[in-house]
């Protein structure tokens, strides 16, 4: 995927989508700026519009998804930012682009504690049990192992690191099969959790899937379990998930740890096409655990 330096067009996209269903945008406020770029167009109007139009995920069918999750989940009152309600959910198809359209919330500049964490991502958990679409199985784990084709061909990794995230991928995806599924949020890291005015909220479901709830478990605890070396952070999170009532099997919680980490590996030439120099390590950090995990 490449970032897009004159973002005119997309947020034309945008604003001329909000306009054509009666709302007006009265700012251009840049949330995010990335493969996606996230704008602020009014006091409650948020818009996401897919920026990368040549990478691997195109097509609006994950949109469809997300769309379809958190609508699902805002109206069954869960902990999510809601998509907005003036406009039909889309996904939205204007110049190119893809988009759709959220309720702007009010970040604060306040670590949720681990407690709130794990509650929340059960509540969520709870909910989607019962969601009534068909989802594509361990879909992320899949498209990753498609992806490495992809790295190999333009030679973005050495042999050895594609051949380690094969075969760990390939494992990961064997064991995880034989564990029960349901739906998921399929990206459950903590940049897509806003402490909120109003409540600590998970978004951005284009993930999702469906796929043991470690999974979800395994990517909100990651860094702190492995990078940070906060067992703290991470057993918090775990007792709270369970307390409201989640069960974690540990050996699903092992291959999904194993499974995040290749994840993440595998798409960091596609997210960070110029990594920074603490990106690098934290990319080698990784690959050093998966090469020594049992």
């Given at each position: 995927m490449t970032n897009h330096p004159d973002i005119s067009?997309?947020?034309?996209a945008a604003s001329e989508t909000a306009l054509a269903h009666g709302l007006s945008?009265?700012?251009?406020?840049?949330?995010?700026?990335?493969?996606?770029?996230?704008?602020?167009?009014?006091?409650?109007?948020?818009?996401?519009?897919?920026?990368?139009?040549d990478g691997p995920r195109q097509g609006s069918e994950w949109f469809e998804r997300e769309n379809a999750i958190a609508q699902y989940l805002a109206k069954a009152g869960a902990p999510v930012i809601p998509m907005h309600d003036k406009i039909p959910p889309g996904p939205h198809q204007h110049l190119g682009y893809t988009l759709n359209f959220w309720q702007f919330v009010s970040?604060?500049?306040?670590?949720?504690?681990?407690?709130?964490?794990?509650?929340?991502?059960?509540?969520?958990?709870?909910?989607?049990?019962?969601?009534?679409?068909?989802?594509?199985?361990?879909?992320?784990?899949?498209?990753?192992?498609?992806?490495l084709e992809t790295l190999e061909q333009k030679s973005l990794f050495p042999g050895s690191t594609l051949e380690l995230l094969r075969k760990r991928l390939r494992s990961s995806l064997a064991e995880l099969?034989?564990?029960?599924?349901?739906a998921l949020?399929?990206?459950?890291?903590?940049?897509?959790?806003?402490?909120?005015?109003?409540?600590?909220?998970?978004?951005?479901?284009?993930?999702?899937?469906c796929g043991p709830v470690?999974?979800?478990?395994?990517?909100?605890?990651?860094?702190?379990?492995?990078?940070?070396?906060?067992?703290?952070?991470?057993?918090?999170?775990?007792?709270?998930?369970?307390?409201?009532?989640?069960?974690?099997?540990?050996?699903?919680l092992h291959q999904?740890?194993?499974?995040?980490?290749?994840?993440?590996?595998?798409?960091?030439?596609?997210?960070?096409?110029?990594?920074s120099k603490d990106r690098k390590e934290k990319l080698q950090s990784r690959l050093d655990w998966l090469a020594d995990i049992r």
């Amino acid at each position: 995927m490449t970032n897009h330096p004159d973002i005119s067009l997309p947020i034309r996209a945008a604003s001329e989508t909000a306009l054509a269903h009666g709302l007006s945008p009265d700012r251009c406020e840049i949330l995010q700026n990335g493969n996606t770029l996230v704008l602020r167009l009014s006091d409650t109007l948020v818009a996401r519009v897919v920026t990368d139009l040549d990478g691997p995920r195109q097509g609006s069918e994950w949109f469809e998804r997300e769309n379809a999750i958190a609508q699902y989940l805002a109206k069954a009152g869960a902990p999510v930012i809601p998509m907005h309600d003036k406009i039909p959910p889309g996904p939205h198809q204007h110049l190119g682009y893809t988009l759709n359209f959220w309720q702007f919330v009010s970040a604060i500049d306040e670590e949720p504690p681990p407690s709130l964490i794990g509650r929340t991502l059960f509540q969520c958990h709870d909910l989607l049990r019962h969601f009534p679409d068909k989802l594509p199985e361990l879909a992320i784990l899949t498209e990753s192992l498609e992806l490495l084709e992809t790295l190999e061909q333009k030679s973005l990794f050495p042999g050895s690191t594609l051949e380690l995230l094969r075969k760990r991928l390939r494992s990961s995806l064997a064991e995880l099969k034989s564990f029960p599924h349901q739906a998921l949020h399929g990206d459950a890291h903590g940049g897509n959790l806003l402490n909120t005015t109003i409540g600590l909220l998970w978004t951005d479901w284009e993930d999702t899937f469906c796929g043991p709830v470690e999974w979800d478990i395994a990517s909100i605890i990651w860094n702190a379990r492995i990078l940070e070396d906060d067992q703290v952070k991470a057993d918090g999170i775990i007792t709270a998930y369970c307390a409201a009532g989640g069960m974690i099997h540990e050996e699903a919680l092992h291959q999904s740890l194993i499974a995040r980490a290749a994840v993440m590996s595998a798409w960091y030439p596609v997210l960070y096409p110029n990594p920074s120099k603490d990106r690098k390590e934290k990319l080698q950090s990784r690959l050093d655990w998966l090469a020594d995990i049992r």
